[in-house]
Nanobody, 125 residues
């Protein structure tokens, strides 16, 4: 079992930055790919970013490319999402998720087996 706990959300003005963390426990996550998703009110949960387990290859949604950066520290069993140049449309609950298949461009929610409870990010205009 993998337990995931997100932190770092909050309220920020447009153009500002936040850094989300996802602390994992239960098993080492070094072999897993880790992803971030978000869900705005009334909308489907959508893919934001992914980092592979072994190659550390990263993938991003077009809407956050060049503004967000996903990274991981396997020694700390933690994944991060650095969010810069935030926009009001980035407002959502952000979820961390773990994919047992550690490699490849996998963006579907159904491909991720373990999920955190989410952290709220609100961006004011």
């Amino acid at each position: 079992q993998v337990q995931l706990v997100e932190s770092g959300g909050g309220l920020v003005q447009a153009g500002g930055s936040l850094r989300l963390s996802c602390a994992a426990s239960g098993v080492p996550i070094r072999r897993f790919a880790m992803g971030w998703f978000r869900q705005a009110p009334g909308k489907e949960r959508e893919f934001v970013a992914r980092i592979d387990g072994s190659t550390i290859t990263t993938y991003y949604a077009n809407s956050v490319e060049d503004r967000f950066t996903i990274s991981r520290d396997n020694n700390k069993n933690t994944v991060f999402l650095q969010m810069d140049s935030l926009k009001p449309e980035d407002t959502a609950v952000y979820y961390c998720a773990a994919d047992y298949d550690g490699s490849g461009d996998r963006r579907s929610r159904s491909q991720y087996y373990w999920w955190g409870q989410g952290t709220q990010v609100s961006v004011s205009s």
